[in-house]
């Protein structure tokens, strides 16, 4: 018996059979079910019911339904970057003390400089930077967010932007794995799963990316809350803090639709497929799960991978700051080398060095650029401060506002980390996708980022 | 099985795994008996019933889709240990989205001891279609009727009975997130697998021609490939020109198929609970 012969038998015997076969089965399937499931499933009219389809009917309207999102957003940003700032200074405090203190007894003891500055300096600093830059945002973003989701808003953020979608030539789903790269982009890529086209997948896939994960929601809050609000005070500038981020997370958005669009008409043509989508009930949040799954799963897991990359890259800029090469080191000449691709984008050297040396993980990007620049001795205002950054980027080392505006840019631009490319390369088994993810999203972030530099240069802003 | 309790079980007792002999085994899947698969529509708390059997805490949420892989983890009930799997939630086993695949493939070349299919109690026509689907492929299922607490607050009444007696497989209510039903659930499973139920599950018969087309080419498919799950089910799959099982057919994919499900896929990991199901 032949696999052929099976196949020319099925064939002819679909002949056989009246052409709407496959359709009475399926018709007589869902005739049945409807008849037992009537006979199994008694109603009595309620008014819960109703409550639920009401809010629906508010929260996917057409006119109000984006701006609830907008504002739900905003809040839950707001709460982040407000409580984060708080937090993070303290924790920073105590860091850097428990640091001074270490290396204070490192130097009782007698330890040569360089035990002492390879610990203390390398290794510990990074990983204080991480935490105190990191561990606030996440611990009250991720509940906030995990509270959405448990609650059952998602699927109506899908709901609501399906026709964006349709329009960008990609599928609605997307807005639910785009969700999901809020939290993680390696985890919106394997979300990805659930779009059936291969196409509309992949274009989920390539464009996860530009929506700001947890591990660069960090550098975005630390910058708007450093320079853009630093003219205000009180809930004033936690509000334009949050406002810019809010705002920086909608060109993300922005983004991924105008790139959808782009590659549903080159590389990846086709048409947008429908899809049902169902709106699940709304379900009280079991908060103990919530506590759970977002400080255990999501924010402890984050911030130990964070660690895991940023003690080894706090150990590395160590030693690039401390190889001396004439009366210069290491860093200095690598940043100094790259700086005029740097100042090309509105960056400069020390940026784009601290970048290469986070591609494992973006979410030290901050750290590692800080204590590059650290390496210099300019802080004068106590590290975790906002003075004590402003000082630090603005006078010691010549940030102009273009300069935190481009970063911010590019952190939302540039390339998935090295998880995200791995976990796009099992996805999509092909070296050329998870090529092109990167050559896309460093593309655009260099483009975006020397437009911008020009133009404002052009007018003369700085 | 000898019994310890003095005072007779109130209501209570019911939710507490102590009561009905359930050790939760998380990750401890190496050495079990039995193979139990978990299938459903999105949404309907697989994942709840997963976590409230194995002790694991796979993450769940309110939106469909979110299992996309499948899971594995443990338990033992009453000295026997399940190995259960938990699949992603689908509407149907018909189209060709990754999930389904997943689904189906596990289902029919997994050969699992007993496939629970977990319905949503307040929305049961719908999962009925999957249901149904299930029963295609293996007369091995028990039905399990969830989120029966908002079901009742909504004012349905759901008759597992009746239910079960139309699909010809039994149906056990439950509400997993209180783990009420589950002892029943669990019960009803071992029974089945050990032959003390005997299902009879409704197909659909379809004309006369559609049958004897059916019995002309099952045959041929288990001549081709001997000790292939579920012929009649591939044969009307042929008929409907699936291509997904017309390319496995040629490849002679069967028998890796059947094989490669015995293997553990993906094992419940933290690191999946992060990168793979938030």
Known sequence: ?????????????????????????????????????????????????????????????????????????????????????????????????????GRALFNQVGLPWWITGFVWDGIYLGLAWVISVMLPPMAIFFPAFTFMEDLGYLPRV??????????????????????????????????????????????????????????????????????????????????????????????????????????????LKGEASAFTLELPPYRRPNISRILYTSIIDRTIFVLWRAMQTAAPAGAIIWILANITVGDSNLARLIADWLNPFGLLLGLDGVILLAYIIAIPANEIVVPTMMMVYMGAGMMVNGPGTSAGIFDLLVNGNGWTMLTAVNLMLFALLHNPCATTIMTIYKETKSLKWATVSVVITLGTAFLVTFLTASFTRLMGWV | MTEKKTTPPTENCESCPAFYNLEQMGFKIGNFDRVVALAGNPNTGKSTVFNALTGLKQHT???????????????QFNGVRYKLVDLPGTYSLLSASQDEEVA????????????????????????????????????????????????????????????????????????????????????????????DIVTKPLRVEGTPEFQKAVRELAPMIEQLAPGVPNARWLAIRLLDGDAKVQQALMSGEFGQLAARQQQTDVQFSRKMSVEGRQ
């Open chain 1, 1 to 101: 018996m032949e696999a052929n012969e099976i196949l020319t038998k099925a064939e002819s015997l679909r002949g056989t059979l009246s052409t709407g076969f496959r359709d009475e089965i399926v018709k007589s399937l869902y005739s049945q079910a409807e008849t037992i499931a009537k006979r199994a499933v008694k109603t009595a009219s309620n008014k819960k019911y109703d409550l639920d389809q009401k809010i629906d009917r508010l929260v996917t309207s057409p006119i109000v339904g984006l701006p609830i999102m907008l504002v739900l957003l905003s809040i839950i940003i707001w709460l982040t970057v407000s409580g984060a700032n708080v937090a993070s200074t303290a924790i920073a405090n105590v860091l850097f003390g428990i640091g001074d203190w």
């Open chain 1, 158 to 267: 899908a709901f609501n932007l399906d026709w964006l979608f349709k329009k960008a030539g990609a599928h609605g789903k997307q807005s639910l794995t785009m969700a999901m790269g809020f939290g993680c982009n390696a985890a919106g890529v394997v979300a990805t799963r659930v779009i059936d086209s291969p196409r509309e997948r992949l274009i989920a896939i390539l464009t996860n990316n530009f929506v700001p994960c947890n591990g660069r929601f960090p550098t975005l809050i630390m910058l708007a809350t450093v320079f853009v609000a630093a003219g205000f005070s009180g809930v004033a500038s936690s509000v334009i803090a949050a406002g810019t981020v809010v705002g920086v997370v909608l060109i993300g958005v922005a983004f991924t639709f105008l790139m959808s669009w782009i590659l549903s008409r080159t590389l």
């Open chain 2, 61 to 75: 949420g309110n939106w469909p889709g979110k299992t996309v892989t499948r899971a594995e983890g443990g338990y």
């Open chain 2, 104 to 195: 189906r493939d596990f289902i029919l070349f997994g050969r699992p001891d007993c496939t629970i299919v977990v319905t949503d109690a307040t929305a049961l026509e719908r999962n009925l279609n999957l249901v149904m689907q299930v029963m295609e492929i293996t007369d091995k299922v028990v039905i399990a009727i969830n989120l029966m607490d908002e079901a009742k607050r909504k004012g349905l009444e759901v008759d597992a009975r009746s239910l079960s007696r139309d699909l010809g497989v039994p149906a056990v209510p439950i509400t997993a997130r209180t783990g009420e039903g589950v002892h029943t659930l669990l019960a009803t499973v071992a029974d089945l697998i050990n032959g």
